[in-house]
């Protein structure tokens, strides 16, 4: 009889894990999908090179691969063309969204 209770008490923890994982990725997917629509508003003054542009919209986490965004901006022969303002961005723009504001 004890193996038996042994056995149930293990399946019920499982499942308790289960359900605990499954909740919690959930969650996860919520704050992602909240953060993906948050705003954040960047002044830009002063900004003479797509470097200083990049890096400030990698310190308010709009881009997270600098170089990357730098890399665009040469291929596309945006990064002489950065203006100045006031600018509004999502996180989880594409390069693309974010270069149509800042040009």
Request: glycine letters at 4%; charged letters at 30%; aromatic letters at 6%.
């Amino acid at each position: 009889t004890k193996a038996v209770e042994t056995t149930k008490a293990s399946e019920t923890t499982k499942a308790s894990e289960t359900t605990k994982a499954t909740e919690t990725t959930k969650a996860t997917e919520a704050t992602t999908a909240a953060n993906k629509n948050a705003t954040v508003t960047i002044v830009f003054e002063n900004i003479n090179n797509a470097t200083k542009a990049s890096h400030l919209l990698y310190d308010a986490g709009i881009i997270t691969d600098e170089e990357a965004f730098l890399e665009y901006l040469k291929k596309e022969q945006l990064d002489r063309v950065i203006g100045e303002g006031e600018f509004t961005f999502k996180k989880g723009m594409t390069f693309k969204e974010i270069a149509d504001i800042i040009t």
